[in-house]
């Protein structure tokens, strides 16, 4: 085998490893996130509501910025609600995730989002965070709360 033919394939299995590790990092659930609480716009029917709580926050400005962690305080009737977190930096989502927020979900940790990913080291994104279920057929939503993450 020349070493073209090498220096392809070792290319090819280095771009390999790279997308699944930047796939195993998205899915790490909790582990990618940020937000800004200015600026909040909740919304939903029903009675729903989800309100952004700052679990750790580096620079003590009582506000999500980068390399923060943020939970959320849900009040739904449904029995079994979720939380996503979708961040995005010119369009582009660099942090998603999510967790269920109710009693005996399994992996309580992933409540905790941290607020990086290996495709957000830095800069404001501007996040999403949707209170929604599973009704056996979709995933309505019940709340929307939107903010702006800072640097």
Known sequence: MDSKVRTGRATR???TAAMLALLVVGLLAGSVFAAKGGGSKPSGGGGSS?????VTDAN???QPNWADQVTFTVSTSVSQPSVKLSCS????????????????????????????????????????????YYNGRSYP??????????A
Request: with cysteine; charged share 5%; net charge negative.
């Open 13 to 15: 299995v280095l771009a």
């Open 50 to 54: 989800l309100a952004l709580v700052m």
């Open 60 to 62: 003590g400005n009582g």
């Open 89 to 132: 930096q010119g369009g582009v989502v660099v942090a998603y995730g999510s967790a269920g927020f109710y009693p005996g979900y399994p992996w309580p940790w992933a409540q905790t989002f941290t607020l990086s990913s290996g495709a957000w080291t830095g800069g404001a994104a501007d996040c999403t965070a949707t209170l929604y």
């Open 141 to 150: 939503t019940l709340a929307t709360l939107t903010f702006r993450a800072e």
